[in-house]
């Protein structure tokens, strides 16, 4: 039968990486580390890493055991911590991924309130404009645009939004401003790498796609608002990552209602696992009232 501490010593070789960096983060030796996680995988009967002389990397069995035991064990030292102090202050970890442009303009700006009022969370926030899969990149839970496609994830919705096709009153004025989708093709686009092909509208509303003329591509939505905004190209933005510029009229909307299914709403999402663990659920009310 395995205990609590193979569990957490488990769940630290895994963060860790390696046996000796897992032993390090629960304070013993490797020896014993690795006597522990040896006891767990026999009382298991799986194997949980693969192993080899210069990795140690989970096995798909070892991922869903990991995924469910990290969320336990936050649970329980949750009620720990309950039962010990008569109050619910929240401590431990949060790593969750999201748009940069989320990131630096809804998050951000109110997170010093939140740390103020749960001083013991600490926070790992990978920024990226690609899909990531929470388990297989050690993530709790995530704020994503758009459609959702992975269907096992709760989700909780934040906002409305939709995409737009925006540019500067500089370029506009260089360029001429375009009536119509069509006429958009030809000039100069800033894009995120995937954007340069773009499904739209056409005067009869049915679908067409068209590749752009990509003078910049960029690899980040913050690094696409500012490069719009220098006039560099026209883009396609979330309206809401671009309502500061439009408010001050350092852009506008070009060719509007012109994309082809442009709703992209905005999703607060976690795994089944992770739905009794208290620092998630104050983490998700927490972005929710950033989107008001």
């Avoid at 336990?72 to 790593?95: K, W």
């Avoid at 439009?246 to 442009?262: D, I, M, Q, T, Y």
Wanted: hydrophobic letters at 40%.
């Amino acid at each position: 039968m395995y205990s609590i501490d193979d569990l957490k010593t488990f769940v630290a070789i895994a963060d860790g990486n390696g046996v000796t960096a897992g032993a390090r983060r629960v304070g013993i030796s490797p020896a014993t580390a690795s006597h522990r996680l040896n006891k767990l995988e026999a009382a298991l009967k799986l194997t949980l890493f693969h192993r080899n002389s210069r990795m140690l990397k989970l096995t798909d069995e070892g991922q869903l055991f990991f995924d469910r035991t990290e969320a336990i064990l936050a649970d329980l030292a949750q009620a720990e911590r309950d039962a010990g102090s008569g109050s619910a202050e929240l401590a431990g970890h949060i790593r969750v991924t999201m748009s940069p442009w989320i990131l630096s303009r809804f998050i951000l700006p109110a997170l010093p309130t939140f740390q103020r009022e749960h001083p013991k969370l600490t926070f790992d926030f990978l920024a990226v404009d690609r899909f990531v899969a929470l388990s297989a990149e050690g993530q709790d839970c995530a704020v994503r645009v758009g459609d959702l496609s992975d269907s096992s994830l709760i989700a909780r919705k934040l906002s409305d939004n939709h995409r737009i096709i925006c540019a500067s009153p500089e370029f506009l004025a260089q360029h001429g401003t375009p009536q119509n989708i069509e006429a958009t093709v030809d000039l100069p686009w800033v894009c995120l790498p995937w954007q340069t092909r773009i499904a739209f509208k056409d005067a009869k509303g049915k679908r067409k796609d068209a590749t752009v003329r990509s003078s910049v591509l960029v690899s980040n939505s913050d690094t696409l608002t500012e490069a719009v905004s220098q006039g560099l190209g026209l883009a396609i933005k979330s309206r809401l990552a671009v309502q500061n510029e439009f408010a001050e009229g350092r852009l506008v909307e070009v060719a509007p209602g012109s994309l082809w299914k442009p709703d992209a709403p905005i999703w607060f999402v976690y795994p089944p696992e992770a739905r009794s663990a208290s620092k998630t659920d104050a983490f998700g009310k927490f972005v929710s009232s950033c989107f008001g």
